[in-house]
C-alpha cells in the first residue's frame, strides 16, 4: 500500500464522534486503488487521466496525481476551474462542448489552463472555431467516438468523423485526438465479457485515430477508459491514454461487475441506528436515500444490496445485512431472506454502522464533504465540489 505521505491527515477527532449520516474515506484503501491503477496503466505503457468526477475532491485528486497521473479528467467546468485554482493544468473537460460554454472555456485557458475540449458534431466543431477566430484562441479539441453505442459520440467509420474533424482542423482548431468512454462494461460481469468490451472500445478508439491520420489529419492522443475495461483489457495498442474515475474509491456496482472485493470499496456513509421494528426484522438508521442517493445500480445485476451492504464501524461486511429500504431520512435496515428475530439486540438503539454505497459518485454527491480517516483512525475533512 502506498504511504500515507502526501495525504493531508490531522487529528482532529475519530469516527465515532462524527454527527451522522457522514460520508467517510478509507484512506488507505483509496490509496491501494490508485496504486492499483496506477500500477496497471504503466505496465501497460499507456498515461492516466484520472476521472475526478468521482469525488469531486482536490485532495483525491492530488494523491491521483503523486501516484503519476498525468492530468485529470472532468465533468463541468466547475470542476475544470476549481482544480485549476488548485494547481492542476492539464485538464480534459470530457461533456461534449455548446457554444454557451465556449466563454467559461475561453476564461480558463486565458488563465493558463492547458483544458481540452471534446465534440462529437459538425455544429458544435463550427461554434468552437467561429468563437476561438473571434477571440484569437486555439482550442485543444478531441473528437468524441461511440465504440459500444452507449451514449454520445461518432461511430468509428462514420464520415461524420472526417467532417468535424476538416472543421476543427481547417478552422484553425488544435485537433487534439479522440476519446471514447465504453459506459457499456457495466453491463457485464465476466472476464472474458470484460475483456471483450475493452477491446472493442480500444480498437473503434484506435480505428477512429486511423482514420484520421489516413486522412491527412493530426491525432496525437487516443484516449479511452472506464473503470471495468481499463482493468479488463489485454494489451492497450494504439491508445495513449486511459481515464478511470470510480476505481479511486469503488462501489457495490463494481463488486458485482467484478473488478473489486467489498475489502477495496473506500467510501461509506457512517450512520446511527435509531429505531426498530423488531416484528418485521427491521432495525431503522439515519441514512435514507438523501446520504445513500436513489442510485438502485446493484438492482439490475446479480446480487441486489438495495441501498447498500451494511458494515460494523470499522468497517468489516455483516454478511446478508443490507439497506432494504429508504425514505427521505429513514434507512430500513434487515437481512436477506429471513427477518432477524434478534435485530434489537443486534443493532442496539445509538450503533454507528457504515454502510457501502451502490454508486460511490452519487453517493458522494449527497454530502458537501468526506471525512477521511487513515489507519489510526484520525480525521480530517475534505470539502466536495458540488453543482455545475
Ligand atoms: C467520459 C468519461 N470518461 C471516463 C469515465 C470514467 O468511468 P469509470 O467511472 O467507470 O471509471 C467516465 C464515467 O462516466 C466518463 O464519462
Redesign the pocket.
Given at each position: 500500500m502506498t504511504s500515507m505521505h502526501n495525504v493531508p491527515l490531522a487529528s482532529l477527532q475519530t469516527l465515532d464522534t462524527l454527527d451522522t449520516p457522514a460520508a467517510v474515506i478509507d484512506v488507505p484503501r483509496m490509496l491501494h486503488n490508485i496504486q492499483r491503477m496506477q500500477s496497471r496503466m504503466t505496465a501497460l505503457g499507456v498515461s492516466f487521466r484520472?476521472?475526478v468526477?468521482?469525488s469531486k475532491c482536490v485532495e483525491v485528486a492530488h494523491a491521483q496525481l503523486a501516484a503519476g497521473a498525468a492530468g485529470v479528467?472532468v465533468?463541468t467546468l466547475k470542476e475544470a476551474a476549481r482544480f485549476f485554482d488548485d494547481g492542476v493544468t492539464d485538464i480534459l473537460y470530457?461533456?461534449g462542448m455548446v457554444a454557451s460554454k465556449l466563454p467559461a472555456a475561453l476564461a480558463l485557458r486565458r488563465r493558463g489552463c492547458d483544458l481540452k475540449i471534446?465534440t462529437d458534431s459538425v455544429a458544435s466543431a463550427q461554434a468552437i472555431v467561429a468563437f476561438g477566430a473571434e477571440f484569437g484562441e486555439t482550442f485543444d479539441v478531441w473528437i468524441?467516438i461511440d465504440t459500444d453505442g452507449h451514449r454520445s459520440g461518432i461511430r468509428p467509420d462514420d464520415d461524420a468523423l472526417l467532417d468535424v474533424a476538416r472543421v476543427l482542423h481547417d478552422g484553425g482548431a488544435t485537433l487534439g485526438g479522440v476519446?471514447?468512454?465504453a459506459?457499456s462494461?457495466?453491463d457485464f460481469d465476466t472476464p472474458e465479457a470484460l475483456a471483450a468490451i475493452a477491446e472493442q472500445e480500444r480498437a473503434g478508439c484506435v480505428r477512429a485515430a486511423t482514420r484520421l491520420r489516413d486522412a491527412g489529419l493530426p491525432c496525437p492522443v487516443v484516449?479511452v477508459?472506464?473503470?471495468?475495461?481499463?482493468l479488463a483489457a489485454a494489451h492497450l495498442d494504439g491508445v495513449t491514454e486511459v481515464?478511470?474515475?470510480?476505481?479511486v474509491f469503488f462501489d457495490l456496482v463494481?463488486h458485482n461487475v467484478g473488478v473489486c472485493t467489498t475489502d477495496e470499496l473506500a467510501l461509506s456513509v457512517l450512520t446511527t441506528v435509531i429505531g426498530h421494528q423488531a416484528e418485521k426484522g427491521w432495525a431503522i438508521v439515519d441514512a435514507g436515500w438523501m446520504a445513500m442517493s436513489r442510485d438502485r445500480g446493484t438492482q439490475k445485476q446479480k446480487r441486489d444490496f438495495g441501498y447498500g451492504q451494511v458494515c460494523r464501524i470499522d468497517g468489516s461486511v455483516m454478511p446478508g445485512y443490507v439497506l432494504s429500504g429508504a425514505n427521505q431520512e429513514h434507512g430500513i435496515l434487515s437481512r436477506e431472506g429471513e427477518p432477524d428475530p434478534d435485530i434489537v439486540t443486534r443493532f442496539p438503539i445509538g450503533t454507528l454502522l457504515r454502510i457501502l454505497p451502490n454508486h460511490a459518485?452519487a453517493t458522494g454527491a449527497q454530502f458537501p464533504e468526506y471525512h477521511a480517516f487513515g489507519p489510526d483512525r484520525e480525521l480530517a475533512t475534505w470539502p466536495r465540489l458540488h453543482g455545475w
Open positions: 484520472p476521472h468526477k468521482t479528467t465533468s470530457a461533456v471534446v468524441e476519446m471514447t468512454h459506459g462494461s457495466y484516449s477508459g472506464s473503470t471495468p475495461t481499463a481515464r478511470a474515475g470510480v476505481y463494481m459518485c
